[in-house]
């Protein structure tokens, strides 16, 4: 998932990088920063400052006309999803870094450009690039560091820098961490000006806290068939796949693809149970949860506190395994609820019908 430049920030922020203060704007409220700030429209897509989309906002009266302004501008194609103001730094330099997974070779890219604040495909002269098994050595920091002419204090706090990337990127899963511009201010800090991240989506289940919900609310949910008769939920995008799949293998028609990521939040199976039981042709759903940092335990008392809420739902027919999933089971016994601890027998228990057996 590409993540807009305040949310890419919120997980920075937590990984400790260093970041101008800033603040998402709460409708007409104006901002509780210094004069001037910055206002910045929040779009999926780069190319802001040149659509006019990043502003200097001096008074109050700048304020109302540049917000009102930015709410209706258009991004490549793309609407405003918010404003985001911030601190305006003084700028002594302008530099571009960014980590990516190098598929080819199973490791960490490092790219760096002297020339930052502009399309990095724009630049006259090529980014350096790097192959990382490990956060940047300290020679390698000292020859970037003779690249961008930073000089001094500035060496630490490029290591310092380069150290909690390189955390954030693998800590927090992420398939791309791009900072441009990173500023050198005037005052000597190196600050990451503009963030843009892309995190991989299969590792929901470990930001759950962190991450901010999928564009389709908390859970990644798509109708398949609007005839399909077995509707289902996974915990992890992979397994939600191999469930879809496990239905139509057993000669079922899906009707869904649900994902419901990690944790065991009721009110998210609530509303993921909900969506589906909404199908006009499901007759069954099948709930199939992988324990790992996930409890079965605690997920058997989500789907029983789902299940309550929900006055008109057709069977479910849950598979449990994994960690604590004979006490997921015992639980779920108790409330009146059959479980499974494997998908086939899961599948085998489905009305007859549709199926081929
Ligand atoms: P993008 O165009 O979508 O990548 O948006 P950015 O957040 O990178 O902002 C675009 C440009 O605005 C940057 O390249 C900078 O030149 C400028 N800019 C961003 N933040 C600041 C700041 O704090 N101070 C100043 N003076 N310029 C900034
Ligand atoms: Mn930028």
């Known amino acids: 998932m590409k993540l807009l430049e305040y949310q890419a920030k919120t997980i920075l922020r937590h990984y400790r990088l260093p970041l101008p203060s800033g603040q998402l704007l ?12 910055l206002l910045k429209v929040q779009v999926p897509v780069g190319g802001r400052g040149k659509a006019g989309g990043v502003q200097v906002v001096r008074n109050p009266a700048e304020h109302r006309l540049v917000s009102a302004t930015l709410s209706q501008l258009e991004v490549a194609g793309h ?5 985001y103001a911030e601190e305006l730094l003084d700028i002594a330099a302008e530099f571009y870094l960014a980590l990516t997974i190098d598929r080819a070779a199973g490791l960490i890219e490092l790219l760096v450009h002297n020339q930052g ?8 002269t090529p980014p350096r690039r790097y192959q990382l098994e490990a956060a940047p050595a300290a020679s390698l920091t000292k020859q970037l560091a003779t690249y961008l002419n930073l000089k001094g204090s500035q060496l630490d706090q490029l290591q310092r820098l380069l150290d ?5 990127f693998t800590a927090g899963d992420l398939l791309l961490l791009e900072i441009n511009p990173l500023i050198l201010t005037t005052d000597q800090r190196l600050v990451c000006a503009d963030a843009k991240l892309e995190t991989d989506d299969a590792a929901r289940f470990r930001h759950a ?3 901010p919900a999928s564009p389709n609310g908390s859970a990644n949910y798509v109708v398949l068939d609007r005839s399909g008769r077995i509707g289902s ?4 995008a992979g397994l939600a796949m191999a469930t879809v799949d496990a239905i139509t293998a057993a000669g079922y028609t899906p009707a869904n693809f649900l994902d419901v990521g990690g944790g065991s939040d009721s009110a998210k199976l609530v509303t993921a149970l909900q969506a589906i039981a909404d199908l006009p042709a499901v007759e069954a759903i099948i709930v199939n949860i992988f324990g790992g940092i996930t409890r079965c335990d605690d997920v058997a008392r989500a789907i029983i506190t789902a299940r309550q809420q929900l006055a008109q739902l057709p069977p479910l027919h849950i598979r449990l395994s994994g960690t604590n999933a004979s006490a997921g089971r015992q639980l779920l016994a108790a409330a ?4 499974y601890d494997s998908l086939e027998a899961c599948l085998a228990a489905l009305p007859s019908g549709g199926g081929r057996a």
């Open 233 to 236: 939920i996974a915990n992890g």
């Open 336 to 339: 009146g609820l059959k479980s």
């Open 79 to 83: 609407h405003s999803q918010g404003l």
């Open 164 to 168: 909690r990337l390189y955390h954030a």
């Open 26 to 37: 709460d409708g007409q409220q104006p901002p509780t920063l210094d004069w001037p700030y």
């Open 117 to 124: 604040g502009i399309d990095i495909e724009q630049a006259t």
């Open 209 to 211: 806290d962190l991450w």
